[in-house]
């Protein structure tokens, strides 16, 4: 009886296996997202906005890589879904981090979600695994909203624009904690 429990106890319910789940396809897209932003940052001449959103893509894999290794410690099953094309046109660095703010704005609502179902579901082991999550998302929205922040400070300046590129040049990726 006591094995039965504690096999049980790491398992995920059904909805919240399909909620994180869907939670791997939102990272995998946003991933895609800024991959595309960075192929865009590239095509307009700006190659430190470039690695910005490169540095961002691999941190988005990064975290569905996260998703997918809980759900499998959890005895879970994962479901890899369709991912769609990013939504880029001629963009400026200015919509480019608009767009990313969106994004990431977006991005919180789902772990928000996450969160009060695993709550709900009084998934203890669920709801402590989101919370890096959590932490990570208010870094994200403030990360994209200072680029804003500083761009529209630099307005049409076109050094300020090199300057602001060239401090985004110098982000590297860590590994996440």
């Not at 769609?84 to 994004?103: D, I, M």
């Not at 761009?151 to 602001?164: K, Q």
């Amino acid at each position: 009886m006591l094995q039965a429990s504690l096999w049980e106890n790491r398992m995920l319910s059904d909805k919240m296996q399909q909620a994180l789940n869907q939670q791997i396809n939102e990272e995998l897209s946003s991933g895609y997202i800024y991959l595309g932003m960075s192929a865009e940052a590239d095509r307009i001449g700006l190659p430190g906005f470039s690695n910005w959103f490169k540095r961002q893509y691999q941190e988005e894999l990064e975290h569905a890589d996260r998703f997918f290794n809980y759900i499998l410690e959890r005895n879970g099953s994962v479901d890899l879904r369709p991912i769609g094309q990013p939504e880029l046109a001629e963009e400026t660095p200015l919509s480019l981090f608009e767009k990313s703010l969106k994004h990431e704005r977006h991005i919180t609502v789902c772990i928000s979600r996450l969160k009060d179902l695993a709550k709900g579901e009084s998934d203890h082991a669920t709801d402590v695994f989101l919370e890096w999550f959590v932490r990570e998302q208010v870094e994200e929205e403030s990360n994209a909203q200072n680029v804003i922040d500083q761009l529209r400070l630099v307005g049409d300046n076109a050094n300020g624009l090199f300057l602001i590129d060239r401090e985004l040049a110098t982000r590297t990726t860590s590994p996440a904690e």
